[in-house]
């Protein structure tokens, strides 16, 4: 069964840091176009960072501030978070997406977030 779960939110202080992280199982991993999004409070999710194959992108808003990484050894994906905003508060969710004709897509239930003195 497939399944991503996601670790590593919490209370953090703006400015600080925190480092979440997606684990993977059931499917072909080390293939995958592997991505993290944002849904803030009362918003839409919403796309922040991608890793593909070691190929990183990420959204205007996260650009500096935060890392994807990933390792295929042990199907992980992890956002690394610096200097947080309170903005940044809401709940992180893992997508895979299956290399692939069929293009499988994946979601992990989410881990929160919320940043604030």
């Known amino acids: 069964q497939v399944q991503l779960v996601e670790s590593g939110g919490g209370l953090v202080q703006p400015g600080g840091s925190v480092r979440l992280s997606c684990v993977a199982s059931g499917f072909s991993f080390s293939t995958a176009l592997l991505s993290w999004y944002h849904q803030a409070p009362g918003k839409e999710r919403e796309w922040v960072a991608s890793?593909?194959?070691?190929?990183?992108d990420y959204s205007d808003s996260v650009k500096g501030r935060f890392s994807v990484s990933r390792e295929n050894a042990k199907n992980t994906m992890y956002l690394q978070m610096n200097s947080l905003k309170p903005e940044d508060t809401g709940k992180y969710y893992c997508?895979?997406?299956?290399?692939?004709?069929?293009?499988?897509?994946?979601w992990g239930q989410g881990t929160q977030v919320t940043v604030s003195s």
């Open positions: 890793n593909d194959d070691g190929r990183t």
């Open positions: 997508q895979a997406v299956e290399w692939g004709d069929d293009g499988s897509e994946y």
